[in-house]
């Protein structure tokens, strides 16, 4: 079982920028994939980035390529998201969650199996 608390959320001017932490409970984080999700009021939930259990490998979703940056400590059992050069449409909850054992993409919801409660970003114009 792993139980995931998010922080960092708040409120942001266009063009500025927000760190969002994911602290992770239990022994075994380190042989988790950690990915990061957002949901906007009224819209789906949208993959944001993806990173391996070991932090090599990472990914993107196309609107924040360039902009955001996922990386993890294992000694710590947190995963981040440096987020740069916020825009309104970066407005929605922020949600992380850690997948183990998977088949599928990366970039789909389903593959996590532990979902945090997720912290509200707002960008104002």
């Known amino acids: 079982q792993v139980q995931l608390v998010e922080s960092g959320g708040g409120l942001v001017q266009a063009g500025g920028s927000l760190r969002l932490s994911c602290a992770a409970s239990g022994r075994t984080f380190s042989s988790y994939d950690m990915g990061w999700f957002r949901q906007a009021p009224g819209k789906e939930r949208e993959f944001v980035a993806h990173?391996?259990?070991?932090?090599?490998?990472?990914y993107y979703g196309d609107s924040v390529k360039g902009r955001f940056t996922i990386s993890r400590d294992n000694a710590k059992n947190t995963v981040s998201l440096q987020m740069n050069s916020l825009k309104p449409e970066d407005t929605a909850v922020y949600y992380c969650?850690?997948?183990?054992?998977?088949?599928?993409?990366?970039?789909?919801?389903?593959?996590?199996?532990?979902w945090g409660q997720g912290t509200q970003v707002t960008v104002s114009s």
């Open positions: 990173i391996n259990w070991s932090g090599i490998m990472t």
């Open positions: 969650a850690a997948a183990r054992h998977y088949t599928g993409s990366y970039y789909h919801s389903n593959i996590y199996d532990y």
